[in-house]
């Protein structure tokens, strides 16, 4: 038992899994709903367990470690997860009700592949780990069955360019062994520098940022958020890129950060062009779901020249950035699928007089608009701000102004969904939107962590230094 205690957030989610089979099986087909609800119990349950757990050491002959990173990822996984299965609850009842069981355990078998990816010190566990954490969500894009079309477009675009990536990413560390004759990747630092390393390093990190959305791997974004369904997308924008960044965590930060000169230029270029492309995209869009995506693109952006740094620092406003964008994001989408339910529409104009019709709603939209745009006191100002002083700090002030310039850019295409709010009238015989109950919960949850992170970041931003301080021995 001993040695399966570092596994023990993995195992959990496993019973869960074992738990929503059986009451899928067993329940009637007319009350399915009931498998959401055990399902988001039971995440929430191993959420709570993890907060009086301590690190435990190592599994798996040291492939596997359940440190204080591990420790902090494995917390935002689940807390995205219970988001995203609260938010899907009456969304599945709605549009699948005979396969709710299948989009539960597709998602946390996705689940489970993350909280093992967040330990890996191994390539080999790190890859299967990835993919187990992947392919569930190629067919919960696939699982809805629009009428137009756009699910199976949205998709298919997304399992080919994951396939893709995965090829790339195979490719890339393949060549990290040949260079350090080694799957260990603490050992990956002694390779010396070589072109062998080099594309070993580039072909790696290409094949993670099509799974996170970095330009120029960005171009599924858009379309498979549009196509998806929208409670899925608020858990795709976010779950798997944290798990992307936790890999590239695992590997350039905790394997060759002594080769940091060899990956940092072109790590900087694309954190630049992703912050500029994506906002470009953002701008104008009427339809939110691309708005979103076009932001998401931007923030990955962000988050990436906090990880290029390369220093302590630099890791600790990674994952506090992370956190407060899994509620402050999927807050955002959350509106999102409840406004395309009652509009049977994504673009803006469903937005037409919310604050007057449903003035709860559009303050909890704002609130999630202001904190993707960086305003004071919400979770997205502590974290732009944290990001900019480490990146400060590392003396990358041209890259920290650029960011400081096309926050304010993207201020505009945030405030025109506030605009439709709040200023422009609701259409004749408007009436309020239904917010199912545990959507319900999902939103304030997501209120209270946007607005909490803000007021009291202390807590946090501490939590996420002695994380990254331990995991970079500093």
Known sequence: ???????????????????????DLLLPATDRRAVGILAAAGVAGTLAASLAISPSGEAFGGSYVMDELTLYLDRVF?????????????????HFPT?????????????????????????VLLVVAFETAGMPLYLLAALPKSPDGRSTEAALKYYFVGAASTAIALYGLSLLYGAAG???????????VSPLLFVGVMAT??????????????FWVPDTYEGASTPFVAFLSVAPKAAGYAAL???????????HALWLPPL??????????????????????????????????????????????????????????????MGAFVVQSVMGEHAASDDMQAYRGLARTAPGLALAMLLFLLSLAGIPFMAGFW???QVFIAVWHAHQAALVILAAVLAVMALFYYLRVARAMYIEPPPEGAVAPVVARPTRVALIACVLGTVGLGVFPEPFVRSALDAAALFLGQ
Request: avoid cysteine.
């Open 249 to 259: 965590l695992r590997i350039l930060h905790g394997g060759l950060l002594d080769h």
């Open 182 to 192: 080694t799957t260990r990747i603490a050992a990956l630092g002694a390779a010396p």
């Open 205 to 218: 990190f290409a094949g993670m940022a099509f799974k996170i959305g970095l330009v120029p791997f960005h």
């Open 383 to 385: 974290a732009k701000l």
């Open 1 to 23: 038992m001993t040695a399966l205690l570092p596994l023990l957030l993995p195992l959990l989610v496993l019973g869960v899994i074992l738990l929503v089979l059986v009451a």
């Open 268 to 329: 900087l270029v694309l954190s630049a062009a992703s912050m500029i492309l994506g906002n470009v995209i953002a701008i104008p869009q009427g339809n939110v779901k691309r708005l979103l995506a076009g932001s998401g693109i931007a923030q990955v952006g962000t988050m990436l020249l906090a990880f290029a740094v390369g220093t302590a620092e630099g890791v600790a406003m990674l994952l506090f950035y992370l956190a407060a964008y899994v509620f402050t994001n």
């Open 78 to 94: 689940l807390a995205a997860a219970v988001l995203g299965i609260l938010a899907a609850i009456d969304h599945a009842d709605r």
């Open 99 to 123: 396969r709710q069981g299948e989009y539960y355990l597709l998602l946390l078998a996705s689940l489970a592949g993350m909280l093992v990816l967040a330990g890996a010190r191994d390539l």
